[in-house]
């Protein structure tokens, strides 16, 4: 079994904070858009290579739901 040391944590929170404070503030910009176009514009969008703060929060956002907070989150394996 992996063994997690949380040392340092939140000197680690306070090095990412404002970058992800950034990015959120970034994504906010492009929201009002994004929230009017359809489906198959938003894929376009995200596979055009052009806009790379929302691939990123794309990638992220996968990252996470794949590993941490997707189905398996709430799986109870006890």
Known sequence: ?????LTNQLTEKADIAPKI???RTLLES???VWQK???EKRKAWLDSGKDPILEE???MYQYLRD???GRR???DDS
Not at 1 to 5: C, G, P, Q, V, Y
Request: charged share 15%; net charge neutral; proline share 4%.
């Open 37 to 39: 176009i359809p489906y």
């Open 30 to 32: 492009r929201s009002e």
């Open 21 to 23: 404070l950034k990015l």
């Open 73 to 75: 989150f709430m799986d």
């Open 57 to 59: 929060a794309w990638t």
């Open 1 to 5: 079994m992996a063994t997690l040391s």
């Open 67 to 69: 590993n941490f907070f």
